[in-house]
C-alpha cells in the first residue's frame, strides 16, 4: 500500500521541472494527480504520456479565477475527489534577463507588466488555487496545502524583483492561511529546494555552470509525498527545506529536522 492511496492531489506547473518531478513521486505512493500547466503547453501532454492514466492533465492559467474553479471542478469529476494542492506554478528571473544572476536587472528597469505578471503567476495564483479547493476542503475535514516558494536569501536578492517580493508575498499568505484553516482538518505548509534548483529558472550558466551542482528536482518529492500524507496531520504553518531531508531518517524523522516556522517565525 502507498502513502498517498486513494488520494488526488493538484499540481501546478506539472509539465517540467519540480512539478513533473512530484506528480511522478507522488503517483509512485499511490496518488492519482491532476497536473495543470498553462494553455498550449505541449510538454504538459508528453509528460501526461509518460506518466500514464494516473496522471490527468489540466490545461489552465491559474493566474485566472475562472480557470482555477475549472481545474478543482475537472478533479472532482475526473477522479472523484480532491485532498491535496500543490501550488508549485511560478515564473522565474529568466524571463526578465537570462543572465539575471551574474548581471541583476535593477527594479527601476523593468516595466509594470513584468511585475503584473510575476506577483500574478507566483502569488496570486497560490491564492486563487487555495481559494477554489478550500471549501472542498473543508466540507471533507481533511485537507493539504502545499505552497512552493524560496529562500529567504533569494527573496532578498540584489536584482531579484519582483521575483523576491512575489515569493515572499506567497511565503506570508502560507502564514495567514495556515491560521485561517486552524482546526478545520486542513493543512498549510511550505515547500521548497533550498538552493538553486536545476529547472529553467535557472539560466543563467555563467553563475551556474555545473547542473549537477543545483538541487535536483527529485529532491521535492519524499517531503511531499509525507507532507501530502495522513503522516502529517495536525503539521501547519511549517515550512520545508528538501535539500535538507535525510532518506536514511525515517519519514517523521526527515520531516523534524527538515522544517521551521514558515514566515521564519521565532515562537514556532
Known amino acids: 500500500m502507498g502513502a498517498l492511496d486513494s488520494k488526488t492531489v493538484i499540481v501546478t506547473g506539472a509539465a517540467r521541472g519540480l512539478g513533473q518531478a512530484m506528480s511522478r513521486g507522488l503517483i509512485a505512493a499511490g496518488a492519482t494527480v491532476v497536473g495543470v500547466d498553462l494553455p498550449g503547453e505541449v510538454e504538459l501532454d508528453r509528460t501526461a504520456k509518460a506518466l500514464g492514466g494516473k496522471f490527468l492533465p489540466c490545461h489552465a492559467n491559474v493566474a485566472e479565477e475562472a480557470d482555477c474553479a475549472r481545474v478543482v471542478a475537472h478533479a472532482l469529476e475526473t477522479a472523484g475527489g480532491l485532498h491535496v494542492l500543490i501550488n508549485n506554478a511560478g515564473m522565474g528571473m529568466q524571463v526578465i534577463n537570462t543572465f539575471n544572476s551574474s ?3 535593477p527594479f527601476w528597469k523593468l516595466r509594470p507588466d513584468q511585475w ?5 503567476n507566483n502569488a ?7 481559494r477554489a479547493c478550500v471549501p472542498h476542503l473543508i466540507a471533507q475535514g481533511w485537507g493539504r496545502i502545499i505552497n512552493v516558494t524560496t529562500s529567504l536569501a533569494t527573496m532578498l536578492l540584489r536584482g531579484f524583483t519582483p521575483y523576491g517580493p512575489s515569493k515572499a508575498a506567497a511565503e506570508a499568505h502560507s502564514v495567514i492561511m495556515a491560521s485561517d484553516l486552524e482546526g478545520t482538518g486542513v493543512t498549510v505548509n511550505v515547500l521548497v529546494p533550498g538552493g538553486a534548483a536545476n529547472t529553467r529558472m535557472i539560466s543563467d550558466f555563467k553563475r551556474y555552470p555545473d547542473r549537477a551542482a543545483l538541487v535536483q528536482p527529485v529532491k521535492m518529492v519524499a517531503p511531499a509525498v509525507w507532507i501530502a500524507s495522513n503522516q502529517s496531520d495536525g503539521v501547519t504553518g511549517r515550512r520545508f527545506i528538501a535539500k535538507n531531508w535525510d532518506e536514511s531518517l525515517t519519514p517523521a524523522e526527515a520531516a523534524l529536522a527538515a522544517c521551521a516556522p514558515a514566515g521564519w517565525r521565532t515562537n514556532g
Open 116 to 120: 503584473h505578471d510575476m506577483l500574478g
Open 103 to 105: 548581471d541583476p536587472t
Open 124 to 130: 496570486t495564483s497560490q491564492f486563487l488555487m487555495a
